[in-house]
T-cell receptor, first 114, second 114 residues
């Protein structure tokens, strides 16, 4: 079945450091790919998405490119801030005979220190 | 690792009936459960947040009398869609928070109301 793998956390960075969180997936067909963020005490928020190969999603300084050849969707940010501290989830979504579904990775906790 | 079991994975029901979806944390106590729904051509939307032993907090626009959430124990939360209609057909997924350890998603439930 479909699956999403993320790099193990927690990730601790200093403010203004470069961030990469790796994400790879296994899926049949052509899924859409997402990054979600969850801040403490809140629900998921969509951070960015890409719906086809070579698409780049970007938002709030974060970006990720849909790489079909490597089945990856790595999240990057050039300069992190303390306010970026949260849990980040990579996810895929596709439609099959039963409808749409989502598969999430395990999440990566990011802590940014001032 | 932390596992969240969500049942059923797929359900078809007649219009006007009620459907219960269960989310159970198998090997940890979930202090908070989040319930999400996917709207057509959109990503997941948070419906409500529930804490064990207290009433759920619903997001704006979610009918609390239609989507009944019960979080009776630290390992079980249920979402009941009452008097279901075809427009309630969707993908529903839960997420359980384990304090200081992060979040784990269920596998989702695809509801079809006919």
């Amino acid at each position: 079945g479909d699956s999403v793998t993320q790099m193990e956390g927690p990730v601790t960075l200093s403010e203004e450091a470069f961030l990469t969180i790796n994400c790879t997936y296994t899926a049949t067909g052509y899924p859409s790919l997402f990054w979600y963020v969850q801040y403490p005490g809140e629900g998921l928020q969509l951070l960015l998405k890409a719906t086809k190969a070579d698409d780049k999603g970007s938002n709030k300084g974060f970006e990720a490119t849909y790489r079909k050849e490597t089945t990856s969707f790595h999240l990057e940010k050039g300069s992190v801030q303390v306010s970026d501290s949260a849990v980040y989830f990579c996810a895929l979504s596709h439609r099959d005979n039963y409808g749409q579904n989502f598969v999430f990775g395990p999440g990566t906790r990011l802590s940014v220190l001032p | 690792g932390a596992v969240v079991s969500q049942h059923p994975s797929r359900v078809i029901c007649k219009s006007g009936t009620s459907v219960k979806i269960e989310c159970r944390s198998l090997d940890f106590q979930a202090t908070t459960m989040f319930w999400y729904r996917q709207f057509p051509k959109q990503s997941l939307m948070l419906m409500a947040t529930s804490n064990e032993g207290s009433k759920a907090t619903y997001e704006q626009g979610v009918e609390k009398d239609k989507f009944l959430i019960n979080h009776a124990s630290l390992t079980l939360s249920t979402l009941t869609v009452t008097s279901a209609h075809p427009e309630d057909s969707s993908f529903y997924i839960c997420s359980a928070e384990r304090r200081d350890h992060g979040y784990t998603f269920g596998s989702g439930t695809r509801l079809t109301v006919v």
